[in-house]
Every structure is written in C-alpha cells, then in structure tokens.
C-alpha cells in the first residue's frame, strides 16, 4: 500500500477487536519510532507509559468518560510531560550529546547555556512549551502505526489528575497530557467506512 493510501486508511478507532493483539516487534518498531521523534532542541522532556494491565486499564476507563478504546485496544500509551525538567536534567542531556557524539561537554558549553536560558521561563509556561513536544510524539506513532497497520486512537478525553493519581505519575515528576489507544479495528466500527472530513488542499495550504 503507498503511504497516502495508509494515511487514508487510518481513522481514529472508536471501536476496537479487544482479541487482536499486536505482535511484540511490531510495537517495538511503533516505540522506535516514537523515540525517534523530533523535539525542540532535543530534549524529549516526556516519557511514553506503555499500559498493559488489564486492572489499570479498567480504572483508566473510568477516567477516560467510559471510552471503551482504553480496556479494548491492545495496548494504551499514555505520553506524560517532564514538566520538572531542570537545571540538571539539562546537564545530563549534554552529557548524553557528548557521550553519544564522542565528544567534551567542554566543546557543548555554547548549548548549555541556551538549553538553561529556556528553564528560565515561568513554570506554566515551560510546562506548556515541553507539552507541545509531547504531542509530535504523539503525531510520529500515529504515523508509524499507519505504516505499520496497526489501528490507533489518540484520545484527550480523559481526566489528567485522575490519571495522574492513577498511574502514580508524581513519583516519576511527570503528568498525562495525551493518549494513544493502539490495536486492531472491530468491523462493529462504523466510522471506518466513513469518508474522511478534512479541508481542501486550497483552505489549508498558502503557496506565499
Ligand atoms: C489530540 C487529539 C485528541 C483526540 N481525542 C479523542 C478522544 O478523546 N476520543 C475519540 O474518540 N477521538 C479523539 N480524537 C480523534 C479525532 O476526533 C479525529 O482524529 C478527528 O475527528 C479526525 O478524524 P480521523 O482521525 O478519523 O480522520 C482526538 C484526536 C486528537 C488529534
């Protein structure tokens, strides 16, 4: 299939097959490819919750206004922001740089100091700037599981604090802000047959 046409194929699931499961390398190509997402300077300041368990799927739904995509689909992750990322996060990450490039921190000092002068926004602020990495994340698995055949949902109705409290996502300093419901569609599913609603090439795109 070209990539248009999986593109097209995709749909947000609303109705998942809850007895297809997807193959371990498959979902190891989709959290590839997740990882290998772009984000502002690099940092990836978010981490990916890969939920299996049946129990906390269960209690997640009830903070997901009973969706049935996150106890149906075969796997549920859910994308958490570092919204504590600091001074020391920043270190660390030009030590992954030097370590991975085979190179001084000494030589990444110019770096540094520009990584740092980003901490220094408001809380709120630097919240909702690392926020905006987590959801190209989320835009990169969408992709991947098109390409991968695989049926997706990302979903935002859901209760953050809930999830939060749920997930015990202070321990890591971290918050739910997105959530990707992965699996294989039921043909129950009407709104695979739907045909897609979107803006013309013309409303959408300013050839300046
Ligand atoms: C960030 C985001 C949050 C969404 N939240 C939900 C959700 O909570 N539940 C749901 O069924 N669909 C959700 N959707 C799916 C959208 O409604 C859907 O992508 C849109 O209507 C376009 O349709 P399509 O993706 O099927 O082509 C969400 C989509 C995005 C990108």
């Known amino acids: 299939m070209e990539f248009l046409e999986k593109l097209n194929r995709r749909y947000a699931t609303k109705i998942f097959d809850p007895t297809k499961i997807i193959a371990k390398g498959d979902l190891e190509k989709l959290l590839e490819a997740i990882r290998l997402s772009a984000s502002s300077i690099g940092l990836q300041a978010y981490q990916v919750l890969v939920v299996e368990n049946p129990e906390v799927r269960k209690k997640l739904r009830q903070a997901s206004y009973n969706q049935s995509q996150i106890t149906d689909a075969s796997h549920l992750l859910v994308f958490a922001v570092d919204y504590d990322f600091n001074q020391k996060d920043a270190d660390n990450f ?4 030097a370590d991975t490039r085979n190179t001084t921190v000494d030589t990444l000092q110019g770096y540094a100091t520009m990584i740092k002068g980003h901490l220094q926004q408001p809380a709120a602020q630097l919240e909702e700037w690392l926020t905006k990495q987590v959801y190209i994340g989320l835009g990169f698995g969408l992709v991947a599981a098109a390409n991968l055949g695989i049926d ?29 419901a992965l699996g294989y569609r039921s043909e129950e599913d009407k709104y695979q047959y739907l045909t897609k609603v979107r803006k013309s090439t013309e409303d959408l795109f300013i050839h300046v």
């Open 152 to 180: 997706s949902c990302p979903m935002e109705g859901f209760n953050t604090a809930e999830y939060d409290t749920i997930l015990n996502l202070s321990q890591y300093g971290l918050k739910s802000k997105v959530i990707l």
């Open 94 to 97: 030009i030590q992954l740089i």
